[in-house]
């Protein structure tokens, strides 16, 4: 019995020196091995975000009507340098079935203007969710409708994207629902269901139509064999009722295809009369849509094409007509020559001063991850086109992440167009941007 006994202490100890042997070699050597359960366990808070600078050179264009609205009581200017810098910070606390999540923006410009800073909630968020099927949302959140990269005309509950920066993060509403998921087995593979409340009432939600309406939006999600389709609606209210839906398949590997369209009702169009005055149409019902394809080659590099219907946008027409008044305003030095325009203070909302203001577009982007095998190197370019007055925007970049947590980009804006074009008619000649972002 004691050599049994001696026998099973050789086998134990043979195990032990072969586990000594192979930690050894992997540099860990004669440490007695120990495993910190704690260390993998998820902890309850996270906090994540990112600054960055961004300066950029811009020479103007002093015959471009949004140059002449911004300066029209300034002294002129034949370039503008500004500096921005940026605080986001995601933080987000779960525990058992709750989670609460939060975004903040934080911002200030330095520039001519000395444009005071701003801190924003982009989003602050509770979630139940006792099972992972079900989960009920409410508080400020962005929701991310649609499938096109530049544009959505599906966005029912959220802000305009920048189509020259589509991947900033955007506030978002506030707003109260729920997502229901189903899965199956056969070629329809999942459905999901979100509906909305997003009211505009006492100082919530103001700048999204409106005030004292309580809105009502859904959203219905399903994966049909690869395809992803959407089917979406927003109750009248603060906001004319509109219908929509969208789509994004895999045709192959490398080839993929994306679509939106959306159904407005009751569009109220505002003209630009010839003495410089405006006026409102009578409201019609408009469609809007986007078709796009996405390609990515053997080399990886991937090619991003849009076209872009916008049904509620100006004709030209009436675009060109505004261009003329602020010319004729700047030319007289007569600011009252300006009462009679839609214009906004913010020249990014305004009818006729905001991006993309008209009906017909066309997007190409495209990018190459590590070209000639360059480490961490993206070059790209970006071009934007208004198919009814020929005018466009070419935007160069270049990208560098081989610095750890540290993101850089170098881009290069050049606006295109003749005289009462939408691209003729910006504030620059041309524009350097330096990105600088550090994530944490």
Excluded at 192 to 216: Q, R, S, V
Excluded at 237 to 253: H, P, Q
Excluded at 393 to 416: D, H, M, Q
Aim: glycine share 8%.
């Amino acid at each position: 019995m004691r050599h049994a006994t001696q026998a099973v202490h050789w086998w134990q100890r043979g195990i032990m020196i072969a586990a000594c042997v192979m930690v050894t070699t992997s540099g860990l050597c004669a440490e007695e091995f120990s495993f910190d359960v704690e260390k993998f366990e998820p902890k309850p808070f996270k906090l994540r975000g990112y600054v960055e600078v961004e300066p950029s050179y811009a020479e103007t264009n002093q015959e471009g009507a949004l140059y002449q609205l911004e300066f029209f009581d300034e002294e002129p200017r034949d370039s503008i340098a500004r500096l921005p810098a940026v605080l986001e910070l995601d933080g987000r606390y779960q525990h058992d079935a709750v989670t609460l999540s939060f975004r903040t923006h934080s911002e200030k410009t330095w520039d001519y203007t000395d444009t005071a800073g701003e801190t924003l909630l982009y989003e602050g968020l509770l979630t139940l969710q006792e099972d992972p099927s079900f989960s009920f949302d409410i508080g400020k959140k962005a929701y991310r409708w649609g499938t096109g990269y530049a544009w959505n005309p599906v966005a029912f509950v959220e802000r305009a994207k920048d189509a020259g920066n589509p991947d900033l993060a955007r506030e978002g509403f506030w707003t109260a629902g729920f997502d229901g998921i189903k899965t199956f087995d056969g070629s329809l593979r999942t459905v999901a269901f979100t509906p909305l409340i997003l009211p505009t009432e006492h100082g919530i939600n103001e700048d999204f139509g409106k005030e004292g309406f309580t809105n009502f939006a859904a959203k219905l999600y399903m994966l049909y064999h690869n395809t992803d389709i959407d089917f979406m609606f927003l109750t009248e209210g603060s906001k004319t009722a509109r219908y929509g839906m969208d789509f994004a398949s895999n045709i192959t590997t490398n080839f993929a295809v994306h679509g939106e369209f959306a159904y407005i009702t009751d569009v109220t169009p505002i003209h630009i009369t010839p003495d410089c005055g405006s006026e409102r149409g009578a409201p019609e019902d408009e469609i809007s849509s986007l078709l796009g394809l996405r390609y990515r080659t053997e080399h990886d590099a991937t090619w991003i094409a849009e076209f872009y219907y916008n049904g509620a946008g100006n004709s030209e027409e009436d675009q060109r007509r505004f261009y003329e008044c602020v010319h004729q305003a700047w030319d007289a030095d007569d600011p009252d020559l300006l009462a009679g325009l839609p214009l906004d203070e913010d020249l990014d909302r305004g009818p006729y001063t905001k991006p993309n203001p008209m009906r017909y577009y066309f997007h190409l982007r495209a990018w190459w991850r590590e070209p000639y095998n360059i480490l961490y190197f993206t070059p790209g370019f970006q071009v934007l086109y208004n198919l009814v007055d020929n005018s466009y925007s070419v935007a160069p970049e270049l990208n560098y992440v081989g610095i750890n947590k540290l993101a850089l980009r170098l881009r290069l804006n050049v606006p295109v167009g003749d005289e009462l074009t939408e691209w003729g008619e910006k504030p620059n000649d041309y524009k350097v941007e330096l990105r600088v972002r550090y994530y944490f």
